[in-house]
């Protein structure tokens, strides 16, 4: 028995510094043997040439053009110099803005403010669509023009405008509404979609009443909400296609008020005394029943101590007599 065991164990031994023996004289090939470095190694696809501009890859193009007769491949340009003007145009052309702009400015006359900013609109063919014009309390006038202009003028409006009067501030925003635009396309689309289906559906359906006025039910909502979308875009186009600008004017004033005299102050004091009399007037008025119930109150207090005190000396004289 110790035998055998003897003998299992020496060829154990035996295999395992074989085996380590084997992996070594691998190992020591790979990183000596002159066979592997004269091999060809098999070659790794080669990594994608970076794009050149179109100046760049003139000598390519004539050495690939002699070797192989193939045409002249040029990358396309990146973004940056080389832009094709067409591309930008194009994504303006994408793009929905809403452009507004507010002015403030002060003139030496409103009415003279009012009559330039005309001019202006006329010459940039621009849509006057609102104005106010109020005088204040010290004496000065301020007022407000609201203009729609096509955005191809906007900048050129603006650049006019500015030259009117004394600029104060001036304050313009550029809303993108493209996102909101293509979403409301979307959804008008697939509510179009959605009602020809149902008008199918109701051309050739044959069955009971209920289910053809369940149909027309149907219908009557999505038209509906096909006439609101179609409004929002409606409007959207709206506020698209014309610019908004308003322009504020306003006369100088100073601290001391322009026609501040001492017979309006008169004038004023008399008014808010007035306004205090006629409000206590309306006070009155609105409590006169509280008051009223008030007294009588106090009158049915006033009889019973008296009818009380009135018994009382009665009992005492009556008392006294006896």
């Known amino acids: 028995m110790r035998k055998t065991a003897i003998v ?10 074989g085996c380590a023996k084997k992996a070594e004289e691998s190992t020591f090939a790979e990183k000596e043997s002159p066979y592997l470095a ?4 098999e070659e790794a696809p080669a990594a994608p040439e970076p794009m050149k501009s179109k100046k760049m890859d003139t000598s390519l193009a004539d050495e690939r053009g002699t070797a192989g007769g ?15 003007e067409a591309s930008a ?10 452009r507004t702009a507010d002015l403030t400015t002060e003139v030496d006359d409103v009415d003279d403010g009012f009559e330039e900013i005309y001019a202006v609109a006329k010459a940039e063919k621009a849509i006057v669509v609102g104005t106010t014009h ?5 004496g000065y006038s301020y007022g407000s023009v609201t203009l729609k202009v096509d955005p191809s003028k906007y900048d050129e409006t603006m650049k006019a405008l500015r030259k009117v009067g004394k600029l104060l501030s001036e304050n313009s925003t550029t809303e993108d509404v493209t996102q909101e635009y293509v979403d409301l396309q979307a959804r008008l689309e697939n509510a179009e979609r959605t009602r020809d289906r149902y008008l ?5 359906r044959t069955g009971a009443v209920h289910d053809v006025l369940e149909v027309e039910r149907e219908i009557e909502r ?19 296609g014309l610019s908004t600008i308003t322009v504020n004017l306003e ?3 100073g601290a001391v008020p322009t026609g501040y005299n001492f017979g309006k102050a008169i004038k004023d004091a008399l008014r808010i005394a007035l306004r205090i009399c006629i409000f206590l007037i309306q006070a009155l008025i609105v409590l006169m029943p509280f008051i009223i119930i008030l007294v009588i109150l106090v009158l049915i207090i006033r009889f019973i101590v008296w009818f009380w005190r009135r018994r009382r000396r009665k009992a005492k004289k009556a008392a006294t007599e006896a």
């Open 8 to 17: 299992f164990l020496a060829l154990f031994v035996i295999l395992a510094f």
């Open 38 to 41: 004269d091999e060809p190694a």
């Open 70 to 84: 193939a045409e002249e491949v040029t990358a396309p340009d990146v973004l940056g110099e080389g832009v094709p």
């Open 89 to 98: 145009a194009e994504l303006g052309r994408e793009l929905k803005l809403i």
């Open 134 to 138: 109020s005088v204040a309390d010290e």
């Open 200 to 204: 199918e559906i109701l051309a050739t």
């Open 222 to 240: 999505v038209t509906e909400n096909v006439e609101r979308l179609k409004g929002q875009l409606r409007y959207l186009d709206s506020q698209i």
């Open 251 to 253: 006369e100088p004033h």
